[in-house]
């Protein structure tokens, strides 16, 4: 089992930064592959960013990038995404996930955030 504590969100306004900090316990995180995940109201939840277990590869989702920049500590179990160049349609709760070498998915309880024109 992971247990994922997401934290971070908040309010901000358009062109802000926000920085979401993601704390994993349960397995030893430098096995664990990391992402985040978004959801906005009345639509799916979307791929936002992701990280290799070591941090040498990173991903992020087209409507993303560029101002988006996710990062891992090894030595503190967490996962952040520095979110810069805020829009509101960024708005949304985000959720930090884990992914285990066997492919199996552990989610958290998610972070607001919401970004006002």
């Known amino acids: 089992q992971v247990q994922l504590q997401a934290s971070g969100g908040g309010l901000v306004q358009a062109g802000g930064s926000l920085r979401l900090s993601c704390v994993a316990s349960?397995?030893?995180?430098?096995?664990?592959?990391m992402g985040w995940f978004r959801q906005a109201p009345g639509k799916e939840r979307e791929f936002v960013s992701a990280i290799s277990y070591a941090g040498g590869y990173t991903y992020y989702a087209d409507a993303v990038k560029g101002r988006f920049t996710i990062s891992r500590d090894n030595a503190e179990n967490t996962v952040y995404l520095q979110m810069n160049s805020l829009k509101p349609e960024d708005t949304a709760v985000y959720y930090c996930?884990?992914?285990?070498?066997?492919?199996?998915?552990?989610w958290g309880q998610g972070t607001k955030v919401t970004v006002s024109s």
């Open positions: 349960g397995r030893t995180f430098h096995n664990l592959g």
């Open positions: 996930n884990a992914v285990t070498a066997l492919k199996n998915n552990y």
